[in-house]
Structure formats: C-alpha cells, structure tokens
C-alpha cells in the first residue's frame, strides 16, 4: 500500500539555525499538506500546497517558514531560523485531490527538536 | 471559523465492550467529518470519513461513527474493543472537502484493559 515518507524521523538543531523536513507524497496525491503537533497539544494545519503554489496557510505560517515541491517527488518545509517554540513533531499529508471530499494520508512524522 | 471538540482526554474501557469516543464539531457549512488514530511514534492513520447521505459510516478495523446533524456530534464507535484498539484518536472537520485544511480535536486517548 502506497505511504506518505518523512525525513529525517528526528532532527535536532539549535535555535537560529535552519532546517528543512523533506517528504514524499503519495505518488498520484496532487495536494500535499504541513501540520505541526506540539508535545501533548493538537495537532495544528500549517499549510497546504497545489499546482506549485500554496493554497491555503495559517497564521502560524510565518515568514520564517516556506514549503517547496522542487522535483516530481519531494515536497520540503523549511524553516529559516529556528526558534525554541519550533520544537515540535511535524507531519506531512497529501490527497488524491479529485472533486470532491479526499481524506488526508499522514506521514509518520519528523520530530524537530530546537536547543 | 471550524473547530471540533472532543470531550473527554481518555475513555477506559474493559476488551470485548463496546466503546463511544465522543465528538461535536462546529461548522459554518456543512461539514465533511474524518476520524484518524494514532498510535505511538507513529502518523495519523485514516479510519473513517462521513461525507453525505447516511449517517452511519463504517470504516476500517470494525470502528464506525454516527453523524447527528441535530446534535453536531460525531461519535467514534465499535462494537467489542479490542487491547490492539489502544492509541490516540482524533476528530477532525473539514469544511470545503479534504482538499482544504482539516482541523482537529485535541484527541482521546483510548485505553483498552485485558
């Protein structure tokens, strides 16, 4: 069964630095996703990503972070310069993207830990 | 604005009982339903999704869920739980479809005792 993959499964930086958290969607999902769990909070949308371009981001989705699709495979968040409130799991999603309601399938997650 | 509501942090329940993981959403619209379980260190896997038509919706390893309109409840169900039932589980909303962002719940953790 196709899945979403996620690198680095953990990745630990300090605070300042950049990072970035690379993803594979699911081969033929068209719209790709970024969501944020903070330890023992919900889990959070940050954005969402279609046809090159974003669609959607919340106001988390600063300055500080951007998402990039720069092959047919990869789909990448970075995030400039780190902060300590950064410190969180992230999970990337994708969907088919056909008309119509598409559930999302997650990824298992980089947990980003920021010093 | 969409936001979702899930009652309770953890539901304990004995193995071979039924279990309710309860949920109450509020939607401008109308609203498009998903619940998702996590297990430890692991994503969010995809259970069940209630899009329109009947209210009952089955999804996968035995857990259905019951839409009520009247009551924006979307309750998680199963008929005898399982000790392998045991994780997080999370609601979540989506008011334009799953192509749009999806919000979810704080979670429910699931407790199944042997």
């Known amino acids: 069964e196709p899945e979403v993959t996620q690198t680095p499964s953990h990745q630990v930086t300090q605070m300042g630095q950049e990072v970035i958290l690379r993803c594979v969607p699911i081969?033929?999902?068209?719209?790709f996703y970024w969501y944020r769990q903070i330890l023992g909070q919900k889990v959070e949308f940050l954005v969402s990503?279609?046809?090159?371009?974003?669609?959607?981001k919340s106001e988390i989705f600063d300055d500080q972070f951007s998402v990039e699709r720069p092959d047919g495979s990869n789909f990448t968040l970075k995030i400039r310069s780190t902060k300590l409130e950064d410190s969180a799991m992230y999970f990337c999603?994708?969907?088919?993207?056909?008309?119509?309601?598409?559930?999302?399938?997650f990824g298992p997650g980089t947990r980003l830990t920021v010093l | 604005a969409q936001s979702v509501a899930q009652p309770e942090d953890q539901v304990n329940v004995a193995e071979g009982n039924p279990l309710t993981v309860k949920c109450t959403y509020s939607?401008?619209?109308?609203?498009?339903l998903f619940w998702y379980v996590q297990y430890p260190n692991r994503g969010l896997q995809f259970l069940l999704k209630?899009?329109?038509?009947?209210?009952l919706v089955k999804g996968s390893y035995g857990f259905e869920a019951e839409f009520n309109k009247s009551q924006t409840s979307f309750h998680l169900k199963k008929p005898s739980a399982l000790v392998s039932d045991s994780a997080l589980y999370f609601c979540?909303?989506?008011?334009?479809?799953?192509?749009?962002?999806?919000?979810f719940g704080t979670g429910t953790k699931l407790q199944v005792i042997p």
């Open positions: 999603a994708s969907s088919v993207g056909l008309a119509g309601p598409n559930e999302q399938f």
């Open positions: 081969s033929n999902h068209l719209y």
């Open positions: 990503f279609y046809n090159n371009e974003i669609s959607e």
């Open positions: 939607v401008s619209g109308n609203p498009y």
């Open positions: 209630y899009i329109t038509g009947d209210n």
């Open positions: 979540a909303v989506s008011l334009s479809g799953g192509y749009q962002k999806v919000t």
